[in-house]
Nanobody, 128 residues
C-alpha cells in the first residue's frame, strides 16, 4: 500500500529552524515529483516546494525562497524540507504529496492535474 508519512513538526520560536521529513513507501519513488504544501487555518493548501526525484529539478514558492530547502535521500525514499528563519505566518499543517507531474505543476496546479498520494500532515507552530 502506497503511503507518505510526514514527521518533524513541532513548536518553534520565530527565527528558528525546523526540518520536516516525508518517508515514502509502496511505490517507485524515483518516478515521481514530491512536494510540500502548507495549510493554515481557514486557508487552502499552498504548494511551497516541489522536487523531481529523478533529476532534482525543484520549484519554490516565492515566500519561501532563500529560507526553505527541499532535498532527498533516494536510499531512504525520503524527502526533506529544511525551514530556516521561520515566521509566525509559516504556521500550519504541512503535507507531503507525490505525483507524476513536473514540480511546477505539482506545486502550483495540484487540483488541475491531480496528486497521486498525500500524507496525513504534520503540525508546525511558530510562536514565542
Amino acid at each position: 500500500q502506497a503511503q507518505l508519512v510526514e514527521s518533524g513538526g513541532g513548536l518553534v520560536q520565530p527565527g528558528g529552524s525546523l526540518r520536516l521529513s516525508c518517508a515514502a513507501s509502496g511505490f517507485t519513488f524515483d518516478h515521481y515529483a514530491v512536494g510540500w504544501f502548507r495549510q493554515a487555518p481557514g486557508n487552502g493548501r499552498e504548494g511551497l516546494s516541489c522536487l523531481q526525484i529523478s533529476d532534482n529539478n525543484t520549484y519554490y514558492e516565492e515566500s519561501v525562497k532563500g529560507r526553505f530547502t527541499i532535498s532527498r535521500n533516494n536510499a531512504k525514499n525520503t524527502v526533506y524540507l529544511q525551514m530556516n528563519s521561520l515566521k509566525p505566518e509559516d504556521s500550519g499543517v504541512y503535507y507531503c504529496a507525490a505525483s507524476r507531474l513536473s514540480p511546477f505543476r505539482l506545486c502550483v496546479h495540484p487540483q488541475t492535474y491531480g496528486v497521486d498520494y498525500w500524507g496525513k500532515g504534520a503540525l508546525v507552530t511558530i510562536s514565542s
